[in-house]
């Protein structure tokens, strides 16, 4: 069983700066890649980024390719979402996540990952 916890939302203003980590309990870290997710008031929650296992491979939703940069430090079991020039439209809470087998590379199906930390709220105001 996998805990994941989220810190590091908050309120800013438009075009600020957060970063949120995630650390992971357990000792099989870097076995498994990981995901960054998000969900704003009465929508869907949505892919944000994911990073492979060993911090090889990244990907990233569209929406926020060029701001966000995920990175993670397996050392100490920590994943990390650096947000730059934030929007209104970023504004949700933001969820790590875990894929569900090891050694299964980068997804951004929502599905493959199985397990979830409880989020963090980011608001970013104009």
């Known amino acids: 069983q996998v805990q994941l916890v989220e810190s590091g939302g908050g309120s800013v203003q438009t075009g600020a700066f957060l970063s949120l980590s995630c650390v992971a309990s357990?000792?099989?870290?870097?076995?498994?890649?990981m995901g960054w997710f998000r969900q704003a008031p009465g929508l869907e929650r949505e892919f944000v980024a994911a990073?492979?296992?060993?911090?090889?491979?990244?990907q990233y939703a569209a929406s926020v390719r060029g701001r966000f940069t995920v990175l993670r430090d397996n050392a100490k079991n920590t994943v990390y979402l650096e947000m730059n020039s934030l929007k209104p439209e970023d504004t949700g809470v933001y969820y790590c996540?875990?894929?569900?087998?090891?050694?299964?590379?980068?997804?951004?199906?929502?599905?493959?990952?199985?397990?979830w930390g409880q989020g963090t709220q980011v608001t970013v105001s104009s």
């Open positions: 357990g000792s099989a870290f870097s076995l498994y890649a």
């Open positions: 996540a875990s894929r569900a087998t090891p050694y299964n590379g980068i997804s951004d199906l929502a599905t493959d990952f199985g397990y």
């Open positions: 990073i492979s296992r060993l911090g090889v491979s990244t």
